[in-house]
């Protein structure tokens, strides 16, 4: 099925350690994005690449990092991880349109991490 | 700055009590309006994208409308299925997309 996927569903980890999560698209998008949904359920942009390239880079701190190694991968790796980081990410991708507008995002399942 | 303010925050229906959903925004340039449903547990499912004021967009029991300042989301007859959450979003001339808070859509069978 064509899709954006993200790796793993669920991560628990300890304060401190450093994790990665995985996402791929196969639907031949060339942006994709990263966001963080709070326990309040608000969804906010972290990052955001097209074609490999960091276009927007919101007030994240540093200890987070996104790496694309081609434009169907976007993965989010996080340092010294802290107890405020626990929340759903979710990878979304898109295409630009013509005429300035942009195509819908489509959203990966999301990936609950846990931070004890 | 891009913004977007949702109401009601929460809203119970009975099936077939048809409602309206706001959606209000502030924007740089607008790029698109959208609206997505989300169900617990999974991503965001996209459900309509509007550009213009006057445009207007359905699928089943769904109705998105768009003026300059808001966007309506119309649910005629729902049914228990249609509970979710019900995002707005807008995206700007700085290509970023912002949300709003969200409604959550209770239908009582």
């Known amino acids: 099925d064509t899709a954006v996927s993200q790796t793993p569903k669920y991560l628990v980890t300890q304060m401190g350690n450093d994790k990665s999560i995985k996402c791929e698209q196969n639907?031949?998008?060339?942006?994709m994005y990263w966001y963080k949904q709070d326990s309040k359920k608000f969804l906010k942009i972290m990052f955001s690449?097209?074609?490999?390239?960091?276009?927007i880079n919101e007030t994240v701190p540093n200890r987070f990092s996104p790496k694309s190694p081609d434009k169907a991968h976007l993965n989010l790796h996080i340092n010294s991880l802290e107890l405020g980081d626990s929340a759903v990410y979710f990878c979304?991708?898109?295409?630009?349109?013509?005429?300035?507008?942009?195509?819908?995002?489509?959203f990966g399942p999301g990936t609950r991490l846990t931070v004890l | 700055e891009d913004q977007v303010t949702q109401s009601p925050e929460a809203l119970r229906l009975q099936e077939g009590e048809s409602s309206s959903l706001n959606c209000s925004y502030t924007?740089?340039?607008?790029?698109?309006l959208f609206w997505y449903r989300q169900d617990p547990g999974k991503g965001p499912e996209f459900l309509f994208t509007?550009?213009?004021a006057g445009e207007e967009k359905e699928k089943e029991r769904l109705k998105a409308t768009l003026t300059k300042k808001e966007s309506f989301l119309h649910i005629t007859a729902p049914k228990p299925e249609d509970s979710a959450t019900y995002l707005c979003?807008?995206?700007?001339?700085?290509?970023?997309?912002?949300f709003g808070k969200g409604t959550l859509l209770t239908v009582n069978p």
């Open positions: 639907l031949g998008h060339d942006t």
């Open positions: 690449y097209n074609n490999k390239e960091l276009i």
């Open positions: 979003a807008v995206r700007g001339s700085n290509y970023k997309l912002t």
């Open positions: 924007v740089s340039g607008l790029r698109g």
């Open positions: 509007l550009y213009s």
């Open positions: 979304a991708s898109s295409q630009p349109l013509a005429s300035g507008r942009t195509g819908e995002q489509f």
